[in-house]
C-alpha cells in the first residue's frame, strides 16, 4: 500500500489541485483568477520534485500495471517541467482574449497525469487509460477558444484523428493479448520471444501499433493533422502540444519496440526506417514553404520526429542503450527550445493585437524588441542544431547512436535534412535582423503595457536558460538518461 501510494503521489497532487482549481475558478473575479495559475505551477514543480527523491526507488505497484524507476522518473520530471512552463506562458495571452478561466489549468494538469501514466505503464490496460486521458484533454485544449472557428477546427481535427489512431493502437494491443494472454509488457515479450506466436497476426499487430503511434508523434503519412491543429489552438496551448505528447509518445514507443517487440525488429526495424525517411523528407520540404510560423513550427516538429525515430531503429538494430539514451536526451532540449520559439510567438501577440504569426510580421522585430529578437535566434539556432547549443549536442548524440548501430549512411541523411532546415530557421533571423516590415504594427502604449507580463518573461527566460545550459553543461542530463535506459534494456 505504501508503495502504491509512493509510485502514485506526483500524479495525486496533481489531480488534487486541479479539482481545487476547477472548485475554486467559479467564485472567483477575472482578475482573482491570475494566481491560479500559480496553483499550478506550484502543483507541477512539487510533484517533480517528489518525483526526483524517489528516483532510487525501484518496484511496480498496482498489480504490475505501473512501474516506478529510473526510466519514469526521468520522463516524468520532464513532462512536469512541460506543465509548469506552458502554465508560465499562458497566463496573460489567456487574460487578454477573456478566456481567463481555471478550466485550462485543470486540462492542462489532467493532460500531464495521462501522459505520466503513459511513461510509467507496463501493463497495455494502464497505458491506454493514460493515453486516453491525455487525448480528451488535448482535444479540449486545442479548441479552449471555442469562439473563434481555426480553434474549433483544430479540436475538430485532432479529435477525429485521435479516435482513428487510438482504435489502431487498440486493434494492434487485442493481437498481442490474443498472442499472449496477457497485458502484461514483460509477459508479453516473453510469450512473443519464446512462443509459438503466428508470424502473420504479429505481424499485423506490429503495423497497427506503428500506425497508431505515427499518428501520436505526427509521423508521415499520419502527420496531416498538426499543421492545422498548431495553426488554429491558442498559442500557449499548441506550445504544450507540440512537446507533451510527443515526449509521452516516445516514451512509450521505446517500451513497446524495445521492450515488448524487441524479439520482432527484423520485422519492424525496416517500416522504421522507411517511415523515419519519409518524415524527414515531408518536414523538411514541407517547412521551407511555409510563410505561417506555427505551420513551419509544426511541419520542423515532425522533421525533428524523423530524427528521433532514426535512432530508435538504432536502438532495435543493435539492442544497445546508446540510441535510447540519445532519444532521452534529445527530447529534453527540444522541450526547451521549442516552447521557447512558441513562447515568443506569444510573447509579440500579447505586445501586438493584430500580429498574425507570419514571417512578415517578424520583420524588423529586432529594432522594436531587441531582445525578444535575441532569444528567438538563440532557439531558431539550437534548433537548427548549431553549437554551443543544445540542439546541437542532441543531434550529435542522436546522429553518434545511428552511426555506432552500423546506419551510417541514415545518419548523413539525418544530416543533410538537417542542414535543409537551417533554410527556414536562419529565415527567421534574417526576416528579425535584416528585413523591414511593409507595413508597420504599430503598438499604442496601453497595448504595450496590457502586453507586459513577467510570468511569460520568466518563462523565456527558463526556456532560453535550458537551451544554454544543455548546450554548455550536457553531463547531468545525458548521465540521467543513460541510468534511466540501462534497466530498461539492461546493457
Known amino acids: ?79 512536469l517541467i512541460v506543465a509548469a512552463m506552458a502554465m508560465l506562458l499562458s497566463e496573460k495571452h489567456l487574460f487578454l482574449k477573456k478566456r ?16 505520466m501514466i503513459m511513461v510509467e505503464a507496463i501493463d497495455l490496460i494502464t497505458f491506454f487509460v493514460g493515453l486516453e486521458l491525455m487525448a480528451l484533454t488535448v482535444y479540449l485544449l486545442a479548441g479552449f477558444f471555442r469562439y473563434e472557428e481555426r480553434s474549433i477546427e483544430a479540436a475538430l481535427k485532432y479529435f477525429l484523428g485521435g ?34 506466436a503466428p508470424a502473420g497476426p504479429l505481424a499485423i499487430a506490429v503495423i ?58 527484423g520485422t519492424w526495424v525496416p517500416m522504421m526506417i522507411a517511415l523515419s525517411l519519409a518524415t524527414m523528407l515531408v518536414g523538411a520540404t514541407m517547412a521551407l514553404l511555409q510563410k505561417d510560423l506555427k505551420r513551419m513550427l509544426a511541419f520542423s516538429s515532425i522533421g525533428h520526429v524523423g530524427y ?13 542503450n546508446l540510441g535510447m539514451a540519445a532519444i532521452l536526451f534529445y527530447l529534453a532540449a527540444y522541450a526547451f527550445m521549442n516552447m521557447g520559439a512558441f513562447g515568443v510567438l506569444v510573447f ?7 500580429f498574425r504569426d507570419t514571417l512578415d510580421d517578424m520583420a524588423g522585430l529586432a529594432r522594436r524588441y531587441p531582445w525578444a529578437a535575441a532569444i528567438m535566434s538563440l532557439f531558431m539556432l539550437s534548433l537548427t542544431g548549431v553549437p554551443p547549443t543544445a540542439g546541437f549536442l542532441a543531434k550529435f548524440y542522436l546522429f553518434s547512436a545511428v552511426v555506432d548501430s552500423g ?20 529565415r527567421v533571423i534574417i526576416y528579425m535582423y535584416m528585413r523591414e516590415p511593409e507595413t508597420e504594427l504599430v503598438e499604442s502604449e496601453a497595448d504595450l503595457e496590457a502586453g507586459k507580463s513577467w510570468d511569460l518573461d520568466l518563462g523565456l527566460a527558463v526556456a532560453a536558460a535550458g537551451v544554454i545550459l544543455l548546450g554548455i553543461l550536457p553531463a547531468p542530463v545525458v548521465n540521467a538518461a543513460q541510468d534511466a535506459v540501462v534497466k530498461l534494456l539492461g546493457n
Open 1 to 79: 500500500m505504501q508503495h502504491q501510494l509512493l509510485a502514485i503521489m506526483p500524479e495525486l497532487m496533481l489531480i488534487a489541485t486541479a479539482v481545487v482549481i476547477l472548485l475554486v475558478d467559479p467564485l472567483l473575479p477575472v482578475d482573482g483568477r491570475r494566481g491560479l495559475s500559480w496553483l499550478g505551477i506550484a502543483a507541477s514543480l512539487t510533484a517533480a520534485y517528489a518525483t526526483w527523491i524517489s528516483r532510487g526507488e525501484e518496484f511496480t505497484a498496482f498489480s504490475h500495471g505501473i512501474a516506478l524507476d529510473k526510466y519514469s522518473v526521468f520522463f516524468k520530471i520532464l513532462l
Open 100 to 115: 481567463l478561466l481555471g478550466d485550462y489549468y485543470g486540462l492542462v494538469l489532467f493532460t500531464t497525469v495521462g501522459m
Open 163 to 196: 479516435a482513428f489512431a487510438s482504435n489502431f493502437l487498440l486493434f494492434g494491443m487485442a493481437i498481442l493479448y490474443g498472442l499472449s494472454g496477457s497485458t502484461n509488457y514483460q509477459e508479453i515479450s516473453d510469450a512473443v520471444r519464446l512462443g509459438p
Open 208 to 265: 497497427l501499433i506503428l500506425a497508431g503511434f505515427a499518428f501520436k508523434i505526427s509521423a508521415v503519412p499520419f502527420h496531416n493533422w498538426a499543421p492545422d491543429v498548431y495553426q488554429g489552438s491558442p498559442t500557449p496551448a499548441a506550445a504544450f502540444l507540440s512537446v507533451g505528447p510527443k515526449i509521452a509518445g516516445f516514451a512509450a514507443i521505446l517500451k513497446f519496440f524495445t521492450l515488448i517487440l524487441g524479439s520482432q525488429s
Open 308 to 320: 528521433l525515430l532514426l535512432a530508435v531503429v538504432a536502438t532495435g538494430h543493435t539492442g544497445r
Open 348 to 354: 509579440m501577440a500579447n505586445r501586438r493585437p493584430g
Open 407 to 426: 546506419f551510417a549512411w541514415l545518419a548523413v541523411i539525418g544530416a543533410l535534412f538537417s542542414l535543409v532546415s537551417a533554410f527556414f530557421y536562419l
